[in-house]
């Protein structure tokens, strides 16, 4: 089991894929595809799991499948069709980055439909237990690593820049769900995990503490984006993006979570 920080942009600590096996897991944007290549070393993946379909996560799976033709992509089942066809995933991708998408997250090709195993959540796949942990998306899972008790939590599980920074809570449209969202935290507990795995960024053991930062997160956004001051919103979240002793620390989280991204789908959120 091992991270590969896909120094996004060139920075580190913002996106992270993990290699458990020979199963992928976020493996990114096409974006950072030469960082992920270099990091395998010429080891193929036989699956590639995704937690959910965002670009910063899922962005060059297309490009892998191609690249690899005996793997498989694991994508729960709400997803899978714009894996597929992805053209509506970019139009919505377009109209939140604009003229930064290629920059950002480079190609994005189709996924051949055949390629794709469709998750319900509950599966067992080569031990991985999956579950549907919508919130942060309406077709996230996370899945646990049975062996090693390690919960990859995509961004239900938050944003946390190792390697000992708070837990934040990214909220981006369109789908956000606080109440799914929060039963989806239950869920991860109900693991009785011994780590958590976000893809931003790293491991942590200390689990019951991370879920309770998170909640709170949660709370505080919802009472934030309420008052429909976005100035202050985004004020409060760069604070809580500060980590003493680590300059870099909130740019860090800002590349990964977008401060005016996550009031914009807690906006959203509130007005549905």
């Not at 189709?110 to 067992?124: D, F």
């Not at 990214?170 to 239950?186: F, N, Q």
């Not at 100035?231 to 800002?254: K, N, S």
Request: net charge negative; aromatic share 6%.
């Amino acid at each position: 089991m091992r991270l590969i920080d896909l120094c996004h942009l060139g920075h580190e600590r913002v996106i992270g894929s993990w290699l458990v096996g020979d199963v992928l897991i976020d493996p990114g944007p096409e974006s950072c595809l030469e960082t992920l290549l270099a990091a395998l070393g010429g080891q193929e993946p036989r699956a590639i799991a995704l937690t959910h379909i965002h670009l910063d996560h899922a962005g060059a799976t297309g490009t892998l499948v191609k690249r690899f033709p005996g793997a498989e992509v694991w994508v729960h089942e709400r997803g899978a069709r714009h894996l597929i066809d992805p053209a509506k995933l970019l139009a919505s991708a377009g109209r939140l980055y604009g003229e930064d998408m290629q920059r950002l997250w480079g190609e994005v090709l189709p996924v051949p439909a055949g390629r794709v195993r469709q998750l319900e959540g509950g599966e067992v796949l080569d031990g991985f237990r999956v579950a549907y942990t919508p919130g942060h998306a309406s077709h996230h899972v996370a899945y646990l690593h049975e062996d090693s008790g390690t919960v990859f939590s995509g961004d239900v599980g938050g944003v946390r820049i190792a390697p000992s920074g708070p837990v934040l809570a990214p909220t981006p449209p369109p789908d956000i769900d606080l109440p799914a969202w929060r039963d989806s935290l239950d869920q991860i507990e109900a693991w009785q995990p011994t780590a958590l795995v976000p893809t931003h960024f790293g491991r942590y053991e200390d689990v019951a503490d991370h879920l309770a930062q998170l909640r709170e997160r949660l709370d505080e956004w919802e009472r934030l984006a309420g008052v429909g001051d976005e100035a202050e919103f985004i004020r409060v979240l760069g604070e809580r993006m500060r980590i003493d002793g680590d300059p870099d620390a909130a740019r860090t989280y800002q590349q990964a979570m977008p401060a005016d991204q996550s009031y914009a789908g807690m906006r959203r959120y509130l007005e549905r």
